[in-house]
Nanobody
Framework: VQLVESGGGSVQTGGSLRLSCAASRYTYSRYCMGWFRQAPGKAREGVAVIISDGTTSYADSVKGRFTISKDNAKNDLYLQMNSLKPEDTAMYYC???????????????????WGQGTQVTVSS
């Protein structure tokens, strides 16, 4: 299984970015998928997950600004990020088979597969 993220970049405060995660030899529809991020000197944190039935969950810090979605036919996962803030600056990772998605513990970041990450930088 290979997960490849794309769409990162540098934007100013208030801007938008859309991250994508493409999977090879994998079926998104069966599992919980998610986005996590890690800023320099900080622990990795959960951003959002989407369960096989389409149910989504978000970190409080991104609710109302970020939207996770997936295209099962294309095996693509997305993260639309709006109203970006400097504190959103981090390396963003796509994850497959995220554990505990129906509880708050998905934020702990236990997952079966990870992408290599894509950098998001938000300047003030």
């Amino acid at each position: 299984v290979q997960l490849v993220e794309s769409g990162g970049g540098s934007v100013q405060t208030g801007g938008s970015l859309r991250l994508s995660c493409a999977a090879s030899r994998y079926t998104y529809s069966r599992y919980c998928m998610g986005w996590f991020r890690q800023a320099p000197g900080k622990a990795r944190e959960g951003v959002a997950v989407i369960i096989s039935d389409g149910t989504t969950s978000y970190a409080d810090s991104v609710k109302g600004r970020f939207t996770i979605s997936k295209d099962n036919a294309k095996n693509d996962l997305y993260l639309q990020m709006n109203s970006l803030k400097p504190e959103d600056t981090a390396m963003y990772y796509c994850a497959a088979e995220v554990l505990n998605c129906r509880t708050a513990y998905w934020r702990n970041g236990a997952a079966g597969y990870w992408g290599q990450g894509t950098q998001v930088t938000v300047s003030s």
